[in-house]
């Protein structure tokens, strides 16, 4: 069992269960659990243990977030579609210590105007976005290199 300060949270959002099939010119043809093993094999260099959760739920999220306040180290989270309404997870965020990483396979900047508003950059540390999946291993070490 690691101690409680190498655990890091991977959250994915709605429909990101579909990853591998859904829109693959936007978001690749990886799975999410081929994400999922590049995070944990990514966190295992820094001696970071992977917990991981994807929910369509918003509460399942919620819930998620407020079970690693003096938990986990660190949440990394790509919220999906939530990212861009879901004030009840930026206000769970805002309530967890570590270091939060917000991860986008794409860019959501560069794509349609409601998606240009994250109401989780605020209360995140920072963010990675337009990476596809490279972004697994800059999210992990960003959380490395923030635990030191
Ligand atoms: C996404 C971007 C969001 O705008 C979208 O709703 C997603 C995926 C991404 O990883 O690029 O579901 O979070």
Do not use: K
């Amino acid at each position: 069992m690691p101690s409680v300060s190498r655990i890091v949270l991977l959250l994915h959002g709605p429909n990101l269960n579909l990853l591998g099939d859904r829109e693959p010119e936007v978001y690749g043809t990886d799975t999410l659990a081929d994400h999922v093993a590049r995070a944990r094999a990514s966190a295992a260099e820094f001696s970071l243990d992977i917990e991981d959760l994807q929910s369509n739920a918003e509460h399942e999220l919620v819930e998620a977030v407020q079970a690693a306040r003096g938990r986990c180290a660190a949440i990394i989270v790509n919220p999906g579609a939530f990212t861009h309404y879901s004030w009840a997870l930026h206000d769970a965020l805002a309530a967890f210590d570590g270091p939060v990483v917000e991860l986008h396979l794409s860019n959501p900047d560069a794509r349609e105007p409601w998606r240009r508003t994250s109401v989780v950059a605020p209360v995140a540390t920072g963010s990675i976005v337009g990476f596809g999946g490279d972004g697994y291993e800059l999210a992990v070490r960003a959380v490395a290199a923030t635990l030191g």
